[in-house]
């Protein structure tokens, strides 16, 4: 008489319903019954198989722990993250708030699936919310969930697979003229003249600026000195913030020109304490962002560019550096970007500047053309010459030929190293 083979790990039984039930120990002791149910046996044992080695891996997953609501979850992420600044926190507070818990938020961690996912992301693309937003809540979604697989193991992997999903395509801003830029200064009020100034000629954020003391603009020298920023939360007033990032905090040459521009402003605005704020409005207060957008959107209307930011101007800024033949890693230190991917974004060269660049190129080609040219003339006036006084009676070519070896296939072959057809 032979007894039934005793299972090494779990256990398998068949229901009434002649379905199988796989239950199994896990690493904490507890007996867990697996998820589903299994039409044969033999399935059940293979479902224990796999289970047993993720646990000897160490790769096995509490399926109880992902019994958290995502809305919880990311809450929590978001209070446990060390260093994020004001403005990063109501980010990523908003867009919990908006475009995640309203689709998902109720949806535990475990059934969370790529599915569901896509779902969620088509819905918000169907819904009309912006590209870019929809990218910045993926990204974030993708954030915190790798946070629930690697270091809280709370699932097995993470659903957020979507290629390409988390990236920003920002149409692109456009590229004031000097010209424009002038014009623009001269139409805002006067003391926020030479905020636009700061703002395309040194690069400089609105934050930056509005951060600006006295004892940062050195005059011997021409430079200003970024130490800070001033954050403006969404609820709550000002308050003086490191910069973006440990790289933000620099020192930027200012062109000569403003060095008078600099020191008006300083004469008319500015008190004498070191500390003074170099920008403040009418009645001595701080400039808002709200407050601004304002003064700045008369002032561009003015100028015939009503549809330039104000952040368009450090674009413009960074380019004409680039135009100036700065290294990239200069371009990063004045710009303050500690990130190659960052400061590429300002390396777009204008169109303008393209066409200069063609144009050399066709003069390039023309100079070496015309010497070419000038040679082959030259070698077949010899020619000619020789040959007539060795024989007189000597067959012309015939037009065919002379086609063939003319100056313009010579040339050709010449300069692009193709033998013309």
């Known amino acids: 008489m032979t007894g039934k083979k005793r ?50 891996r160490g790769d096995w997953t509490n399926p109880d722990a992902g019994k958290i609501p995502l809305s919880t979850y990311v809450k929590a992420w978001i209070a446990e993250r060390p260093g994020l600044g004001v403005r990063t926190v109501e980010l990523y507070e908003g867009l919990l708030r908006n475009h995640i818990d ?55 992997s993470n659903p957020c697979s979507i290629k390409k999903a988390g990236k ?15 014009m623009a200064a001269d139409k805002i009020q006067p003391r926020y003249r030479l905020m636009v100034l700061l703002a395309a000629f040194a690069s400089m954020r609105f934050a930056e600026m509005v951060g600006l003391q006295r004892q940062d603009l050195d005059l011997v020298n021409l430079k200003v000195r970024v130490d800070r920023q001033t954050v403006q939360p969404d609820k709550g007033g000002l308050f003086e913030d490191d910069p973006k990032s440990a790289a933000g905090k620099r020192p930027i040459s200012l062109p000569a020109f403003l060095l008078p521009e600099v020191k008006r402003h300083l004469d008319t605005y500015v008190k004498p304490e070191a500390t003074a704020w170099v920008f403040l409005g009418p009645k001595g207060a701080r400039p808002k962002r709200n407050n601004f957008h304002t003064i700045w959107d008369k002032a561009r209307r003015a100028a015939g560019i009503p549809d330039l930011h104000l952040h368009d101007l450090r674009h413009t800024g960074n380019t004409l550096a680039a135009e100036t033949g700065a290294t990239l890693r200069e371009l990063m230190d004045r710009m303050g970007h500690g990130s190659t991917r960052a400061a590429l974004i300002y390396l777009h060269a204008r169109e303008e500047r393209g066409k200069e660049i063609a144009t050399g190129i066709d003069q390039m080609v023309a100079k070496v053309t015309a010497k070419t040219t000038q040679k082959r003339g030259t070698k077949n006036q010899k020619g000619h010459a020789r040959g007539t006084k060795r024989s007189k009676t000597r067959r012309e070519p015939s037009s065919e030929t002379r086609d063939q070896g003319s100056t313009s296939g010579n040339v050709v072959e010449r300069v692009t190293g193709i033998e013309p057809a």
């Open 7 to 56: 299972r090494r790990f779990g256990r398998v039984r068949q229901l009434p319903s002649g379905r199988w039930q796989a239950r199994y120990p896990g690493p904490d002791g507890a007996m867990r019954a697996a998820p589903e149910t299994f039409e044969r046996e033999k399935d059940a044992d293979r479902w224990l198989g796999t289970i047993e080695t993720d646990i000897i």
């Open 102 to 156: 309203p689709y998902v938020g109720d949806v535990m961690l475990a059934d969370l699936s790529a599915a569901r996912v896509r779902n969620w992301r088509k819905t918000l693309l169907d819904a009309k919310v912006g590209a870019v937003t929809v990218a910045k809540a993926y990204r974030f979604l993708k954030a915190v969930l790798n946070t629930a697989l690697i270091d809280d193991k709370l699932i097995k």
């Open 168 to 182: 920003e395509e920002s149409p692109e801003r456009p590229i004031a003229t000097i010209d424009q830029v002038l």
